[in-house]
């Protein structure tokens, strides 16, 4: 899967015209929604990278026999 960047100048652009409408800032069609869920996907990406960073060494000590 290819990972898309987020583009923080678009994002600007249509926050302001979406906040000069009225809209409203937080919520499901909020004005700062897509920052904040880029933001909570790379936070969880990198700590699930940590969490099973070290996982590998440790499946080859169990004995099943």
Do not use: I, Y
């Amino acid at each position: 899967m290819e990972k898309q960047t987020f583009d923080f100048e678009a994002f600007k652009k249509e926050a302001a015209t979406r906040l000069k409408k009225g809209k409203t800032l937080l919520g499901r069609e909020g004005v700062f929604t897509p920052l904040l869920k880029e933001f909570l996907e790379e936070a969880l990406e990198g700590d699930l990278d940590g969490a099973f960073c070290g996982m590998g060494s440790h499946f080859g000590d169990f004995n099943f026999s």
